[in-house]
Nanobody, 123 residues
Framework: VQLQASGGGTAQAGGSLKLTCAGS????????VGWFRRAPGKERELVAAIARSGDSIRYAESLEGRFTIFRNNAEKKVYLQMNSMKSEDTAVYYC?????????????????WGQGTLVTVSS
């Protein structure tokens, strides 16, 4: 599985951005996909994860419902819609794929990682 993250950029506080994770390989549609982020001076953390069929989703509690993860397996893409953005959302965002079915926050379960895309939120 190969992953390509895109859609990063600069947003105003309160604004929106949509990230795209494009996958290749037959296994992508059978994989749980997660979005992680690493903010300056902080550890990498799970933002959201979605199971292969989309029927199980997990979000970081800190998001307070501002982000939505969804996928289109026919297009081999997973999206992260980010709304009502805050300065603390500034980070490098990564997508990752796991062959395990659980929407886990454990980074060690994700065997495939894309390159990061930088998101900057200005106040």
């Amino acid at each position: 599985v190969q992953l390509q993250a895109s859609g990063g950029g600069t947003a105003q506080a309160g604004g929106s951005l949509k990230l795209t994770c494009a996958g290749s390989g037959r296994a992508f549609s059978d994989s749980t996909v997660g979005w992680f982020r690493r903010a300056p001076g902080k550890e990498r953390e799970l933002v959201a994860a979605i199971a292969r069929s989309g029927d199980s989703i997990r979000y970081a509690e800190s998001l307070e419902g501002r982000f939505t993860i969804f996928r289109n397996n026919a297009e081999k893409k997973v999206y992260l819609q980010m709304n009502s953005m805050k300065s603390e959302d500034t980070a490098v965002y990564y997508c990752a794929a796991s062959r395990w079915g659980d929407v886990t926050a454990a980074m060690g379960q994700y065997g495939y990682w894309g390159q990061g895309t930088l998101v900057t939120v200005s106040s």
